[in-house]
């Protein structure tokens, strides 16, 4: 295992890439194990740093952590520095005194999120001015020796506490120099990324870290002073050729950075903007016009997800056309439509392959603009809990388009039930859909007919999940004509009614490769129907999840089903 071929290595450690303790522990294999582990923790070191930012218990040993990765990084910095040019005496003799480092840590570094960056760097300066580390004397002439060569003057323990004590100069300095290094010494950014400090609004971050973005807060300014970096000296090169730009953090400096970094990334292929909704009319414009510049300037986009925001006007949509090319994924969540004639363009974009509308209002109850049958290579197509739930797809007899490779649909409506939505919807899927391998619905069913022609138009279904919470339904019929040889989950949610006979033919006319079968809030499920199960997928069924189950299965034959059944679930329903 410690001496795999280098191509084997690489796909496992890309495999890795997102687990920082499996990534750890690889250091210590050996030498090659060694390199491959910490250039994947360098490709987005501030991220894994503040891993825990969003969580109460983050403290001062976490800060301690975050501290030493920033001093490492900056040591890395001088350290490469130094090999270019020649240096002064007086920061020579410095020089002795900080550690050369073990790797170029610096030309590891392909993702940057500037709030984590100027994050990273608050805390070390916490954290090289704390008292812990104050009483180490070694660390001490490190620190001064990184100012000393940093800023090319001397510095002393008093003067650099004294500074740091009085006035900020010192540290956005300091600031201003880590930042302006990394500019030149990045080769290459990949992606680069402004989230908010706390990206989900239920989640705040850790008290230790949240204090530092109250207007009072002694470094408040270094989380808005990064964003100056696109006009530093190389970040032209630096930045030139990043694929990937999300920002999620709504602010006029941030909008100006989408500005500036129009003019020199020119080879975006994912575009994410979240508004978050805390912007006001005038921020609002001057986001959209940022933001038409920014997609304007790109060669190949490719992938385009907007958050947060209400659409009134044709003129992103129009943007996005621009794109339709190399446009292949769209993705719309909890986005206001004023008008539904500013999405009907969507259909232009005819080289989409995925199209997701997840949550937001429609100010209108028309017809939904967007037909799966504009598509020709459309492979997701997913509707996602639109306000208001009446949305109807137009009913076209004429149009027989079959929409081949379209693989994925999705259709959910959980806030409010319409019975006439869903059946427009289903009539359309099963209309033009004959290649669909996951199907899922949790919407308002009114007939198992309109299941059972999505069902029979796509024979080749491997994913099933339905949900009906409401309306009971009889299924009998639909097990007992449906044949799915490929169908490897099955998860149904609601009161359906099925005998334990109509399962049985099922299975044994379908002969499914069935892996997991998911049945929820159930009211007819038995013994018998868990006999049925068991025997006919033998040595295939691997998951068992009954929730909910208003009838309690025999004690024997839960018994039995745990030793055949690697993961089995059983809950009956609370009775109040």
């Known amino acids: 295992m410690a001496c795999l071929p280098s191509d084997c290595l690489s796909n496992i450690f890309s495999f890795l890439q997102e687990d920082k303790v499996a990534l750890r522990a690889s250091i210590l294999v050996n030498r090659q194990w060694c390199e491959y582990a910490i250039k994947h923790l360098w490709k987005d070191p501030f991220r894994l740093a503040l891993a825990l930012k969003e969580n109460i218990d983050y403290g001062v040993r976490d800060r301690a952590k975050t501290g030493m990765l920033i001093e490492m990084l900056i040591i890395s910095l001088i350290n490469n520095e130094n090999k270019t040019k020649n240096n002064i005496p007086q920061t020579s003799r410095k020089l002795a005194l900080i550690p050369i480092p073990i790797f170029n840590y610096v030309a590891f570094i392909r993702r940057i999120d500037l709030q984590d960056l100027g994050l990273a760097i608050i805390e070390w300066c916490e954290y090289i001015f704390s008292k812990e580390y104050s009483r180490?004397?070694?660390?001490?002439?490190?620190?001064?020796a990184i100012f000393g060569t940093l800023l090319q003057r001397r510095v002393t323990r008093y003067t650099s506490t004294k500074s740091y004590k009085k006035d900020n100069i010192f540290i956005k300095e300091i600031t201003s120099r880590i930042c302006k290094l990394l500019m030149i010494q990045i080769s290459r950014l990949d992606s680069i990324s402004i989230e908010s400090a706390s990206v989900s609004p239920r989640v705040k971050l850790s008290e230790i870290l949240e204090a530092h973005f109250e207007e009072s807060s002694q470094f408040s300014y270094i989380t808005n002073d990064y964003m100056e970096i696109v006009s530093y000296p190389g970040a032209e090169n630096c930045l030139s050729q990043i694929v990937d730009f999300s920002l999620k953090d709504i602010c006029p400096k941030a909008i100006q950075f989408m500005r500036d970094l129009s003019l020199i990334a020119k080879n975006l292929t994912r575009i994410v903007f979240d508004a978050r909704l805390r912007i006001f009319s005038g921020e609002s414009t001057l986001a959209?016009?940022?933001?038409?510049?920014?997609?304007?300037?790109?060669?190949?986009?490719?992938?385009?997800?907007?958050?947060?925001?209400?659409?009134?006007?044709?003129?992103?949509?129009?943007d996005l056309k621009q794109q339709k090319d190399t446009l292949i994924r769209l993705l719309f969540k909890n986005v206001n439509i004023t008008k539904l004639e500013y999405i009907s363009e969507i259909e232009s974009l005819i080289n989409l392959e995925e199209l997701e509308i997840v949550g937001g209002n429609l100010e209108s109850k028309d017809f939904w603009p967007i037909s799966i049958t504009k598509f020709p290579k459309l492979k997701f197509y997913q509707i996602d809990n639109i306000n208001p739930s009446s949305i109807k797809m137009k009913s076209n007899l004429i149009d027989q388009t079959i929409c081949s490779t379209l693989r994925s649909f999705i259709y959910i409506q959980r806030k409010r039930y319409c019975l006439q939505s869903t059946t427009t919807i289903l009539e359309a899927v099963s209309q033009h859909c004959m290649n669909l391998r996951y199907f899922e619905c949790d919407a308002?069913?009114?007939?198992?007919?309109?299941?059972?022609?999505?069902?029979?138009?796509?024979?080749?279904?491997?994913?099933?999940?339905?949900?009906?919470?409401?309306?009971?339904?009889?299924?009998?019929?639909?097990?007992?004509?449906?044949?799915?040889?490929?169908?490897?989950?099955?998860?149904?949610?609601?009161?359906?009614?099925?005998?334990?006979?109509?399962?049985?033919?099922?299975?044994?006319?379908?002969?499914?490769?069935?892996?997991?079968?998911?049945?929820?809030?159930?009211?007819?499920?038995?013994?018998?129907?868990?006999e049925v199960l068991l025997q006919r997928l033998s040595g295939t069924l691997y998951k068992i999840d009954l929730r909910g189950m208003y009838k309690r299965l025999s004690l024997d034959l839960r018994k039995r089903t745990r030793l055949v059944v690697d993961d089995f679930y059983y809950k009956t329903m609370d009775v109040v």
């Not at 180490?136 to 001064?144: A, G």
């Not at 190949?300 to 949509?317: D, S």
């Not at 399962?503 to 038995?526: A, G, M």
């Open 136 to 144: 180490q004397t070694d660390s001490i002439k490190i620190r001064n």
């Open 288 to 318: 959209m016009a940022a933001l038409h510049t920014l997609i304007e300037a790109q060669n190949a986009l490719r992938e385009f997800e907007l958050y947060n925001f209400c659409i009134n006007g044709p003129n992103l949509i129009n």
């Open 444 to 530: 308002e069913i009114g007939s198992t007919d309109q299941l059972m022609s999505v069902i029979t138009s796509s024979p080749f279904l491997e994913t099933i999940i339905i949900r009906n919470k409401r309306i009971p339904l009889n299924i009998n019929e639909l097990l007992e004509h449906v044949k799915l040889i490929r169908l490897r989950y099955l998860e149904l949610e609601g009161p359906w009614k099925f005998s334990s006979k109509s399962l049985d033919i099922f299975l044994r006319r379908s002969k499914p490769p069935l892996y997991t079968f998911v049945l929820i809030n159930s009211k007819c499920f038995e013994d018998e129907h868990l």
